[in-house]
């Protein structure tokens, strides 16, 4: 069975953008390259901040809705709090 992660992503104008993938460094780069997301269009996304994974889409796509609905100082906190080290270099403007 595939699994799924939840991501959320620091864009340029530092607003956070949140998202699911089964791969989320391949969604990274579709972000980047201006066909991921309507969205990471206009808010180009710097790096990966968060990463959390699920054993299925369902759970992941439950967990996106729950962080979408955070307000910005609770994304950070959560961002904060996670320990998952995703590794991903920041890109310049």
């Known amino acids: 069975m595939k699994s799924y992660s939840v991501y959320i992503l620091e864009c340029s104008d530092g607003s956070l953008y949140t998202g699911y993938a089964a791969d989320v460094r391949k969604r990274f780069e ?3 390259s201006g066909k991921g997301a309507k969205y990471t269009r206009s808010h180009k996304p710097l ?3 968060y990463e959390e994974a699920f054993p299925d889409k369902s759970s ?5 809705w729950e962080i979408k609905h955070l ?6 906190d959560l961002i904060q709090r996670g320990s998952i ?5 920041e890109f310049p403007d």
């Open 60 to 64: 992941a796509l439950k967990r996106e």
């Open 30 to 32: 579709l972000h980047r």
């Open 85 to 89: 080290d995703v590794g991903t270099e």
């Open 47 to 49: 790096r990966i901040v």
């Open 71 to 76: 307000t910005k100082p609770e994304k950070q």
